[in-house]
């Protein structure tokens, strides 16, 4: 098909997920446990690459060039073939639609494989489209680890995407790339916010606690680390206030849904994840770290655990003396927020770049000139400033660097048309011949 077909087809998909959008959305709050305005969030940020999708064949068009007397050049996008993309948990229905639009787009036939935590939401998603999309140019796999090495080995895969943990997502790359196949494998992060003695007390107070409990803290994009330049009392006091007015929401046990009342955070995903966010809290405060808040006995969320039998975990605040504490530089992926006093901006910079990761980093200040400066500075790909979890949309890229990322480009956006195609490049010259009767 031409990128102009395609892209039609793509627009009669947006339109039968737009109809389903509130069913798609139930769906990842029923298996995932987001909360519904999460939930709501998921399907419409995933719907906006689908949008981007659309408009490909502006996006993605070739060029034209006379580059010498006689002779043209012009190139063109070329699918690559089979591609497989590996998802994680904690975005059932955005992280697919990272790849999957673009690709299909591009022209490639694809190959999900869902997390095994949240299988139905792209089930759903995939018998929506059975009707929309040619008969398998998208198709879903099950399974665990053993589905996505299958995926990796497999020869008809010709490039594949990976998002989830800096050590699978650097195993994927190394095997994927000796196999000769294009690879873009997303890792983790320990995202670092820094509060300037300037920054709007509260402003920064309420995006600290929505970047870091959002989501229950299950998001690559997720405050880790708060650097307080200075001695700002009122701003941690506001922090702690925020996040202990948390209240659990969600299903309930018997699937009648408890209202959104603001302010709210839903579970993280499982038993791992709840063992291993509560040996966090309790190692780092064995190592010294001031426990602001405990989410281990926040009463409101070990009561609904105890009701329902979910995953519930209230956030917590530790307060560190020493950046090298393991709690902050090992990502958690949790509500747990590391605060550590620093006497000066560097000292807040030297921290952030000794950081292994490289997603995310903020600045809150009311100085341009400061934000600026820190923008300028910091060892991460996606800045925010006054935003604590800076997610670039589209046409601009999501990906991060160091060791979150394995691979070249980015996941979404303008790099995700260059990954997903090659260019093939055309040069062209004729003879004019001296006989015209070709021009009768």
Known sequence: MTLKARAAVLLRLYKRLQEHADELAALVE???GKTRTEAQGDVAKGLETLEYAIALPHVAAGRVETVSRGVQCRDERVALGVVAAVVPFNFPFMVPFWTLPIALGMGNTCVLKPSEKVPLTMTRVCALAADVLPPGVLNVVHGDRRAAA??????SVRALTFVGTSAVAEQIHARATLLGKRVLALGGAKNHLVALPDCDVEMTAQDVVASFTGCAGERCMAASVLLIVGDQPALVDRIVAKARALRPTGHLADGNPAGDVAPTMGPVIDTAALLRIEDAVARAEAAGAAVLLDGRVAADFTGRRAESGGFWIGPSVLRHQSATDDAMHREIFGPVLSILHCSTPEEALAVENANEY?????????????AEYFSQRFQAAMIGVNIGV???REPFSFGGINRSRFGAGDITGDAAVEFFSYRRKITTKWAVSAEKSWMS
Not at 150 to 155: D, I
Request: net charge negative; with cysteine; aromatic share 4%.
């Open 358 to 370: 490289g997603n995310a980093a903020c600045v809150y200040t009311a100085s341009g000139a400061a």
């Open 30 to 32: 029923r298996e995932h």
């Open 390 to 392: 800076p997610v670039p």
């Open 150 to 155: 299958a995926l990796v080995e497999h020869s």
